[in-house]
């Protein structure tokens, strides 16, 4: 199927795919990168998930590699992922000592190859179905595609709602860049998750946004699927990462400065 045809075929219509043809972008190859930590509950499934759907869109994303990054995980975690690289020859595992979930995706954004990033999570609360609405605002000429949590009430504690709606609105504030939902998967050019950022905890995807629109880059905000948690523990929202991210948009505004 040629790219043309995929964009009809996902929700896009002829008129406006004709008129915009060729400014289509293509995905010459995408690198999935994942942290992982103690997930033997999900790692198997969410990686054959991801696997399978890029089998079904290998006419547009012909190249793809899906790079787990093993963040010192204690449980079998490392040993699934053993048994998984012999199943999907594109699978490749980065091991480290604990790093937390900023430390991982940045260890997957250096390994990655591909022309394309796509930063999703290993707990199962991501589909791989999220790549169909990303590589589509990808394919129009978006830089930097944010997928957007549209049922975090279902899904979160109205605290952790609370802290995520005030991170997101402190960048619109402070910087006047619109950063809606920082902490979601994302899908880029690979130079958006190259750039060299001074955030150490998990305000550096704030930090990521602010300034790819400051660079001038297109960044666009998608509805996705966000499922429960089915298995391990969840670390983002700890009150260490909050005291962390504060001291972190702190050090942003003296760098980069007011709207």
């Known amino acids: 199927m040629s790219l043309r045809g995929w964009m009809e075929r996902h929700a896009i219509g002829v008129t406006v795919v004709s008129?915009?043809?060729?400014?289509?972008?293509?995905?010459?190859?995408?690198?999935?990168?994942?942290?992982?930590?103690?997930?033997?509950?999900?790692?198997?499934?969410?990686?054959?998930?991801?696997?399978?759907?890029?089998?079904?869109?290998?006419?547009?994303?012909?190249?793809?590699?899906?790079?787990?990054?093993?963040?010192?995980?204690?449980?079998?975690?490392?040993?699934?992922?053993?048994?998984?690289?012999?199943?999907?020859?594109?699978?490749?595992?980065?091991?480290?000592?604990?790093?937390?979930?900023?430390?991982?995706?940045?260890?997957?954004?250096?390994?990655?190859r591909g022309s394309h990033v796509f930063a999703t999570g290993s707990d199962g609360q991501w589909?791989?179905?999220?790549?169909?609405?990303?590589?589509?605002?990808?394919?129009?000429?978006?830089?930097?595609?944010?997928?957007?949590?549209?049922?975090?009430?279902?899904?979160?504690?109205?605290?952790r709602r609370l802290v995520s709606g005030a991170f997101n609105l402190l960048p619109t504030i402070l910087f006047g860049v619109r950063v809606v939902d920082a902490g979601s998967i994302k899908l880029g050019l690979r130079e958006v998750f190259e750039y060299q950022l001074i955030s150490r905890s998990v305000f550096v995807e704030a930090e990521r946004i602010i300034l790819a629109r400051r660079k001038g880059r297109r960044v666009e905000f998608v509805?996705?699927?966000?499922?429960?948690?089915?298995?391990?523990?969840?670390?983002?929202a700890s009150w260490k990462n909050l005291r962390n991210s504060i001291v972190d948009l702190l050090r942003c505004l003296w760098k980069y400065g007011f709207r």
């Open 19 to 112: 008129n915009m043809e060729e400014k289509l972008i293509p995905v010459r190859m995408l690198s999935i990168a994942m942290p992982v930590y103690n997930e033997e509950a999900a790692i198997e499934r969410v990686v054959l998930e991801h696997a399978e759907e890029l089998q079904r869109m290998r006419d547009v994303v012909p190249e793809w590699e899906i790079i787990c990054v093993d963040d010192g995980s204690n449980d079998r975690t490392p040993e699934i992922l053993q048994g998984l690289q012999k199943r999907v020859p594109q699978l490749r595992v980065v091991r480290q000592e604990n790093q937390g979930i900023s430390g991982a995706f940045a260890a997957g954004f250096r390994e990655a």
């Open 127 to 159: 589909p791989a179905e999220n790549l169909t609405p990303l590589l589509r605002a990808a394919f129009s000429g978006a830089d930097l595609v944010v997928g957007v949590r549209s049922n975090k009430r279902e899904v979160y504690a109205s605290s």
């Open 223 to 236: 509805p996705i699927r966000f499922l429960p948690r089915s298995g391990g523990k969840a670390m983002g």
